[in-house]
């Protein structure tokens, strides 16, 4: 084919995709349930204005797929939203069949990358992959979405590195507070106020252990030595109320009374206390803490060009309504969100919002993690510190290991979500250590959570 045809071939198509995003979406041409939902949340077709370009995935990719004996999808919604969610999906591509995994963190995204490493695939889309996305990329594990249409349609924040993943939903955090303990006139207007205004000190914080949930977001803008000037003030001055729990039960302590502020609470878990008359409203100070969500298709898979349709139709306009419709989390498109798609549309106004994504947790997370440690446990009179030791005991399956150090018998607890366990270079299950391994132990002392253990074999 000649360069002339070439560029007469190239014009007609991206002409042909301008037109077709063009046209008018109708109602009676979208699935069943896809109407439903904007009849459910008071929308209309035209919400859906590029879905026929963004499904328009090729027809090769389409003939593999027909060939494929279906997927295993692994994450975190509950059974019965994921069979409502995937109801459009099934709709337009009835020869997929669909088998809903839900697990918890560990289950989700280190036990296949673990059967991976011996040779087994397990689960063929992952979703919420959290800090194990950079895993999955380094064991070179996931396939391109690159050639996918809705993918190609997504802003730059919502893909991941070497397009190997897609963001699948989006999470808004900010400062949650007790409406019968706080009024709007005390909240901060800047999130350097909570150093410097005495109404935020002496425990009136409650604050999970999980930095990347806000702070890690203000760090790209900021730079690490406020960073390092915020931690400790925040940590010395303020001293909030340092919880064990994670973010909705935080939320729910607020809500109890427990402390009359949270850092941070997601927007969603607001609304949907809000909604049952729970005295809670959330607070941005200046800014919005964004987090992502990623959701990729492991390349071993036996049925990766199904794994790639799945995912094609859900990072697309109707697979984030569907998504919205059902659990609530605000979609991918900020025209979705603009058009009353958000979970609480009032705390964005006029504000910017940060995502925190995989490529900011590589660039700045080791310095973050590591100072925030050194204060989280040295508030509590702990040090984090690694030990060479050699391992006396795996007692309950690897939830606790025993060893000594300098003489003296320490135990540590082993958690599958907060432990990272690597046998022989490798992630591995906790079950997989073994007694008489030497290991580097990370732990804050005697009967605490290690953080990391590395043993050889």
Partial sequence: MDIRRIRTYAVCVFSGVLLLSSIPVQADELPPTTRQFLERIGQTPSLLQDIDAALAVSPALIEAARKEQGIRIGGTWDAKQFREIAKPFEERYPFVKL?????????????????????????????????????????????????????????????????LWAVQRVLFRCIGYNTKLVKKSDLPK?????????????GKIGMTNHPDDWFSNLIPSRGMEWGRKYLQTLFTKVKPQLRKEGSNAVTSLAVAGEFHYTLVSAS?????????????????????????????VLKASPSVNQGLLFINWFISREGQLAQFAVAHYD??????????????????VGKKVFFHTAAEEEKYGPEVNALW???????????????????????????????????????????????????????SAREGMKAGMACDVTYPGDRQTAIQIACTK
Avoid at 132 to 138: F, S, T
Wanted: proline share 4%.
């Fill in 99 to 163: 088998t809903y995994l839900r697990g918890s963190r560990f289950q989700r995204t280190v036990r296949p990358l673990i059967a991976l490493q011996e040779g087994r695939v397990t689960v063929d889309v992952l979703s919420s992959l959290s800090s194990q996305v950079l895993n999955y990329r380094d064991a070179d594990a996931l396939a391109s979405l690159g050639s996918l249409p809705a993918y190609k349609g997504l802003e730059p924040a919502m893909k991941g590195q070497r397009d």
């Fill in 190 to 202: 800047d999130w350097d106020d909570i150093l410097t205004d005495p109404r935020f000190h002496n």
């Fill in 268 to 296: 969603h878990r607001i609304r949907d206390l809000q909604k049952k008359g729970a005295p809670i409203d959330i607070h941005c100070p200046g800014s919005v803490a964004g987090a992502v969500s990623e959701i990729g």
């Fill in 331 to 348: 979609p991918l498109y900020a025209d979705m969100r603009d058009a009353g798609l958000e979970s609480m549309p009032k705390m964005m």
């Fill in 373 to 427: 440690t050194a204060y989280w446990y040295g508030q509590q009179g702990l040090k984090m510190e690694t030990v060479k030791v050699r391992l006396d005991e795996v007692k309950e399956g690897g939830r606790a290991i025993v060893f000594k150090v300098k003489g003296a018998t320490h135990t540590a607890r082993v958690s599958s979500g907060d432990t990272v366990v690597k046998v022989g270079g490798k992630i």
